[in-house]
């Protein structure tokens, strides 16, 4: 597949101009699958990002988008119809600076995402402000009740390099629909995802200050974000570690928070369920290099059908390909950088040590760029840290359980609860056991949950709050009742 010549935006976008960082400085930007630098990008810092907060602050507390529904549906479709037009250069984007496999595009990162903007401007152009609620009676005397919904205000975003464009549509769109404006601060790995946007977004009628995009290659402006009393929520997707410190940085002044963290989601695969079918599947912890929190890294496996099972996995796994991301055959990619890369083949070694038994790949392919070997791993113990940490890369473990009570226990031995997956040849059974998971979202016999209406978020440490769907947009408003006595009163 021909991708467009890569022409990215490398300006941030504040106060609705694309500008330099005030300082002048520029940070690289790397291909993780050569390790070549694809060029580079305005280096925001303290002072862009303060110019920022204040255009927003500003566009909140004193323009019309908070109270313009009407406007803030026109601006999203505009928004949208931009991206589309964007979209070839968007993929080359993805491929190049996030190692995107370009089959891969469609789906995770570029093309849904575009269209889930079209799914905000309609919800933004539909979103009621009040609704009555019934009549009470208070100390005799009957109360009329209103309720309104409003916008929380001014929205930091921060974002990682996994799926990055997606990332930051899945919160710029619900937190513009809802009338807030944005500060977004992407992930210093993938810039351009995000400032292509600013280059769209300049070409519209959004007002200046409603959406601000502050690349820098400094981590600590995220804390800025969180910590800054101008900012009304913040909204965080990463590491379930960096998210407890954005919760606490948060805390000093109150702001609400919005985290979609790590996961360590199981695929419970039931002892009637077809092997041959089910299990090539495993393969898929893969996809994207692992690079996905809510991919399904543990399979637990019925003990009487262990020996089996492990053999089709280690095929799947054997015969998985990977390697150049514009190669449409690849499913996989590379690791994002080299730090990832190492990250990775450390949890391997460790396994290694632990006695997890190793079955296919565990290192590095002798190439350039930042691979890892698809990697499958057998008698993996359930508490083991190759069982329980958060890994993101192409590592799977297969894990035997004794009996369903045995599975569950298993699956839910966890400090995260994002996702997972039940199969078996019986529905019923598959739903009775996915209902005992402790997870937001779970695929059953190979039924795919994600979409733009779908909730997304975990239980436990896997984050607070939900992305995405009706819920998603509820957590960018507020709720405020007003009371009024009887008509005619």
């Given at each position: 597949m021909a991708l467009a010549k890569l022409n990215p935006e490398t300006r941030n976008f504040i106060g609705g101009k694309l500008v330099e960082a005030q300082s002048g400085a520029r940070f690289a930007n790397l291909n993780p699958a050569n390790g070549e630098v694809l060029g580079d990008c305005a280096d925001g810092g303290g002072a862009d990002l303060d110019a920022a907060l204040a255009a927003a602050r500003s566009a909140f507390d004193c323009g019309d988008w908070a109270a313009d529904a009407a406007l803030r549906a026109r601006c999203l479709r505009e928004l949208h119809e931009g991206l589309v037009a964007e979209k070839e250069q968007l993929r080359a984007i993805a491929v190049h600076e996030a190692g995107a496999p370009v089959s891969l595009t469609g789906f995770m990162h570029v093309d849904d995402?575009?269209?889930?903007?079209?799914?905000?401007?309609?919800?933004?152009?539909?979103?009621?402000?009040?609704?009555?609620?019934?009549?009470?009676?208070?100390?005799?005397?009957?109360?009329?009740?209103?309720?309104?919904?409003?916008?929380?205000?001014?929205?930091?975003?921060?974002?990682?390099?996994?799926?990055?464009?997606?990332?930051?549509?899945?919160?710029?769109?619900?937190?513009?629909?809802?009338?807030?404006?944005?500060?977004?601060?992407?992930?210093?790995?993938?810039?351009?995802?995000?400032?292509?946007?600013?280059?769209?977004?300049?070409?519209?009628?959004?007002?200046?200050?409603?959406?601000?995009?502050?690349?820098?290659?400094?981590?600590?402006?995220?804390?800025?974000?969180?910590?800054?009393?101008?900012?009304?929520?913040i909204t965080f997707t990463g590491s379930t570690e960096t998210g407890r410190r954005v919760m606490a940085s948060a805390s000093a002044t109150v702001k609400k928070v919005l985290l979609e963290l790590g996961g360590k989601s199981a695929a419970i695969v039931l002892p009637d369920a077809d092997l041959e079918s089910v299990l090539p599947q495993s393969a898929m912890t893969c996809i994207h290099a692992g690079q996905g929190c809510a991919i399904t890294t543990r399979w637990l496996l019925p003990r009487s059908r262990y020996a089996e099972a492990l053999a089709i996995m280690q095929r799947a796994f054997a015969n998985w390909r990977y390697g150049d991301p514009t190669d449409p055959a690849n499913l996989q990619g590379p690791q994002i950088s080299r730090a990832q890369q190492r990250r990775v083949l450390g949890f391997i070694q460790r396994g290694q040590a632990d006695g997890a038994r190793l079955l296919v790949g565990g290192g590095a392919p002798e190439r350039p760029g930042f691979f890892v070997e698809p990697t499958l791993f057998a008698d993996v113990d359930p508490a083991s840290e190759l069982a329980q940490q958060e890994i993101f890369g192409p590592v799977c473990c297969a894990i035997p359980y004794e009996d369903e009570d045995h599975a569950v226990r298993i699956a839910n031995n966890s400090i995260y609860g994002l996702s997972g997956a039940v199969f078996s040849a019986d529905e019923q059974r598959a739903l009775a056991v996915a209902r005992r998971l402790r997870t937001g979202t779970i695929a059953v016999n190979g039924g795919q949950w994600f979409h733009v209406d779908t909730p997304f978020g975990g239980y436990k440490q896997s984050g607070l709050g939900r992305e995405n769907g009706e819920l998603g947009l509820a957590e960018y408003l507020e709720a405020k009742v007003m009371a009024l006595p009887p008509e005619g009163a």
């Open positions: 995402p575009v269209s889930m903007l079209g799914y905000w401007a309609e919800k933004a152009g539909r979103l009621e402000a009040e609704q009555a609620l019934p009549p009470v009676s208070f100390l005799g005397r009957m109360q009329r009740r209103l309720l309104r919904r409003e916008p929380v205000g001014v929205v930091g975003a921060i974002t990682p390099w996994n799926v990055p464009l997606y990332l930051n549509i899945a919160k710029i769109g619900p937190a513009l629909a809802a009338g807030c404006s944005v500060v977004l601060k992407p992930a210093p790995d993938t810039p351009w995802s995000a400032t292509q946007i600013g280059r769209v977004a300049a070409q519209t009628a959004l007002p200046p200050g409603v959406l601000n995009i502050v690349a820098s290659s400094d981590h600590r402006l995220g804390e800025t974000l969180a910590t800054d009393p101008r900012v009304d929520l």
